[in-house]
């Protein structure tokens, strides 16, 4: 804007970006119960180190990076062997630019009996969005996953009635991807055509 | 009967013969029913429906006046606001969120900021008196959320009375509201790094008489309600849902608690300081809907506990900041009520359009562009009055949102409709749905 080359950040706000959370693996200690959960895990999982993929600690969470294809197994084990007996939903993450990852799904578990949390975490290419259902683990994720598979079209395989939840039954796309403009369709006024909001201009 | 009845038109589908009711002449219908041999009848009720607390659709499938399948149908509220927050400045975002559960406006504004800052990494500094204040307000919101919960669901159930009591409690609590934030509701009070601004003038003694006021008042819903014969026939044994039940649905909150299990987040993974206050954990053992019923009314109290121990503190912490002291987060709220009623500080005007460029450029660029928030993910959960709200938030080092997704107690825990109602009466559902105190404005988002 203005002629601005560059990020056209005059002010010094850049300078507040600071590193970003590492995408690659914490190291041992992770500190707090995470070691104690990762070692009961392992314990209780022998194909601990083929399933998980990464395991993240940053801001004092507990990250568990999960293959899809074992993902049911990993959550029968946390719910019954490490008494995760609660999942507090799905949550998708669209990264358009994260080539054959680009849709993740996270699960935050809570343990009742120990008292912890710990986030599960999959992600799946986009052009084959599954993921195998965990609500025969958790039936409570029931709706969530509905509402994951609304918003950003990932398919929770197993699923025993995967619809639309929020959004109307027979609309087109996934309004929570990155590639689906905000506001979605055009709003047409007597002859004029607004477009979508994040069209009009950009904070960035 | 072959004869068109244009009330009660039937078609054949594969599943049997479907009639449509359209109003009008009942007795066709009835006796048309009442010649086929499947005594099977799907009622759709809702959204629009006086009892069905907000914009909720049911389905359900009635035996007689049993219920052999109860579901949801959701999304009349949808507003896309988890999309919308993408769009906006982290500040913005709290007058997004304090949308969503409409009772609880101040729980989604401080789950908000909490995993903001968590993200920033400014937890510990966050100063002390906004840390109370949020308290303050957030117990002040959960009465007058329960209030509604009580009075709407004992309408729902035909007990007028205690409606007038608990609205006219709520009443008190949104005057405070108003003083102190400026609005009764969807106020945006909380921002990331404190509050937007500090109590007015005379606003503690305020308080105390309003807590002292409400305490005298309870009385009269608890006298109405507790041990009424009629009141306790329609809510035990009702809405039944055990542990299991519980912890397989991700059930928290009341819901949570009414089946013995002490479970409340203030105490077990406490925030904003829960732990220095004095207040106990209600439970009840009877998994039904008066036992939930019980446990809102108790909280009332312990809230009040809460609310005369934040005031104590913030006596001792009077002329202390309520915005983080690092310039690059906190918006330049210094706010005054001026003798035009607007809201700005003569002296940051000054300030910024008479004296300092490096002021005014630093105010514009906080307040159009934003302050920036390190990559990362965080969940951070506080204890609402309907359960566990979850604030789920992605950044990717930028001004807004990369992804804000809120984990709902009453969107989860609405999915509980079937287990409590199925195999009861058609009127219990009501009550069931009531003890469960959805919001369908967090519901739906």
Redesign the interface.
């Given at each position: 804007m203005f002629g601005a080359r560059g990020t056209g950040d005059t002010?010094g706000?850049?300078g507040?970006?600071?590193?970003?959370?590492s995408t690659g693996s914490s190291e041992r200690p992770y500190g707090s119960y995470f070691d104690e959960v990762a070692d009961d895990l392992e314990r209780a999982y022998p194909l601990f180190s083929e399933a998980i993929e990464r395991v993240v600690v940053?801001?004092?969470?507990l990250?568990l990076h999960v293959k899809r294809e074992k993902l049911v197994e990993v959550s029968m084990i946390l719910r019954d062997t490490l008494k995760f007996?609660?999942?507090?939903?799905v949550?998708?993450?669209?990264y358009p630019t994260d080539a054959g990852r680009e849709l993740h799904a996270?699960y935050?578990l809570?343990s009742?009996t120990n008292?912890r949390?710990v986030?599960l975490e999959v992600s799946v290419p986009d052009a084959d969005a599954h993921i195998p259902s965990v609500v025969e683990v958790?039936?409570?994720?029931?709706?969530?996953e509905r509402?994951t598979f609304d918003?950003f079209g990932i398919i929770f395989d197993g699923h025993p009635g995967l619809t639309?939840?929020?959004?109307?039954d027979d609309w087109q796309g996934h309004?929570?991807r990155k590639d689906y403009a905000?506001g979605g369709i055009p709003v047409e006024y007597k002859g004029a055509t607004t477009p979508p909001?994040?069209e009009r201009r950009s904070?960035? | 009967m072959t004869t068109f009845d244009p009330y009660a038109p039937s078609r054949d589908t594969t599943e049997g013969t479907v009639y449509s009711v359209t109003g009008g002449d009942w007795d066709s219908l009835v006796q048309e029913i009442g010649s086929t041999k499947e005594e099977r009848v799907v009622v759709n009720m809702g959204p629009q429906h006086p009892s069905t607390h907000g914009v909720l659709r049911l389905v359900l499938e009635l035996e007689g006046e049993t219920v052999t399948e109860a579901r949801c149908g959701i999304g009349y509220l949808h507003t896309g606001i988890e999309k919308n927050m993408e769009y906006r400045s982290w500040t913005q975002g709290t007058t997004f969120v304090t949308r969503m559960d409409y009772l609880g406006p101040l729980f989604n504004e401080t789950a908000y900021c909490l995993a903001v800052e968590k993200l920033l990494g400014i937890t510990n500094d966050v100063p002390e008196r906004a840390t109370v204040i949020r308290v303050m307000m957030m117990e002040l919101n959960r009465i007058s959320s329960h209030m509604v919960a009580l009075g709407t669901g004992a309408l729902e159930l035909g007990a007028i009375s205690p409606m007038f009591f608990a609205f006219r409690e709520r009443e008190i609590v949104l005057d405070l509201f108003e003083m102190i934030t400026g609005l009764r509701m969807n106020m945006a009070y909380v921002r990331p790094g404190g509050v937007q601004q500090d109590l007015p003038e005379g606003a503690i003694p305020k308080i105390r008489d309003a807590v002292k006021l409400m305490r005298k008042n309870f009385k009269d819903n608890t006298t109405l309600l507790v041990g009424n014969s009629i009141w306790m026939k329609r809510t035990q044994g009702i809405g039944y849902l055990d542990l299991a039940g519980c912890t397989t649905l991700g059930i928290t909150g009341p819901v949570l608690r009414s089946t013995g299990l002490p479970w409340d987040l203030r105490k077990m993974q406490p925030y904003c300081g829960y732990e220095d206050y004095n207040f106990d954990v209600i439970t009840a053992d009877t998994c039904d809907v008066y036992g939930r019923f019980l446990i809102r009314m108790n909280e009332l109290e312990q809230s009040l506990r809460i609310v005369e121990q934040a005031l104590d503190k913030l006596e001792k912490l009077q002329g202390a900041p309520v915005m983080v002291a690092d310039k690059k987060i906190a918006w330049p709220a210094q706010l005054a009520l001026g003798g035009d009623g607007l809201g700005n500080s003569l002296d940051h005007i000054r300030e910024i359009m008479g004296t300092s460029m490096e002021s005014l450029i630093h105010h514009f660029k906080l307040v159009t562009e934003g302050f920036r928030v390190p990559t990362g993910q965080v969940y951070a959960a506080i204890e609402s009055p309907r359960g566990e709200l979850g604030a789920h938030i992605v950044s990717d080092g930028g001004t807004h949102p990369y992804r804000m997704h809120f984990r709902e107690p009453s969107f989860n825990n609405l999915q509980a409709t079937s287990a409590m109602s199925e195999g009861g009466m058609i009127a219990d559902i009501i009550g069931a749905v009531a003890s469960i105190d959805p919001v369908m404005g967090g519901v739906d988002r």
């Open positions: 002010s706000y850049g507040l970006v600071r590193t970003a959370a940053d801001r004092g969470e990250t007996e609660m999942c507090m939903g949550s998708g993450i669209h996270v935050p809570l009742l008292n949390r986030r958790w039936a409570g994720n029931n709706w969530h509402e918003m639309r939840i929020l959004m109307p309004p929570q905000l909001p994040n904070y960035k | -």
